[in-house]
């Protein structure tokens, strides 16, 4: 099991920045993918961003590329997803998961943090 808590949101005017953490504990995570989720009111979950845990490959939807930039700090554990230029369609609740790295489905979720992007 890979427990995984969200911290970072909160409320920010057009243009700004909000960098998000997501700290996880219970694996050690080098055979995993992490991602960033993201769910705005009305509006199914999509993608943000994945980065693997050991070689630090990333990628990223094509709506916030060049935007937000995610990263992780094997020491603590912690992946990170900085987000600039925000705009107000990034408002949402951002989700952190966890996968296996040869597998497809994130099997592991955080309970999310809410990013509120005013115009």
């Known amino acids: 099991q890979v427990q995984l808590v969200e911290s970072g949101g909160g409320l920010v005017q057009a243009g700004g920045s909000l960098r998000l953490s997501c700290l996880a504990s219970?694996?050690?995570?080098?055979?995993?993918?992490m991602g960033w989720f993201r769910q705005a009111p009305g509006k199914e979950r999509e993608f943000v961003a994945r980065?693997?845990?050991?070689?630090?490959?990333?990628y990223y939807a094509d709506s916030v590329k060049g935007r937000f930039t995610i990263s992780r700090d094997n020491a603590k554990n912690t992946v990170y997803l900085q987000m600039n230029s925000l705009k107000p369609e990034d408002t949402a609740l951002y989700y952190c998961?966890?996968?296996?790295?040869?597998?497809?489905?994130?099997?592991?979720w955080g309970q999310g943090t809410q990013v509120t992007v005013s115009s």
């Open positions: 998961a966890a996968r296996y790295a040869w597998g497809t489905t994130y099997n592991f």
């Open positions: 219970g694996r050690t995570l080098s055979n995993y993918v």
């Open positions: 980065i693997n845990w050991s070689a630090g490959n990333t």
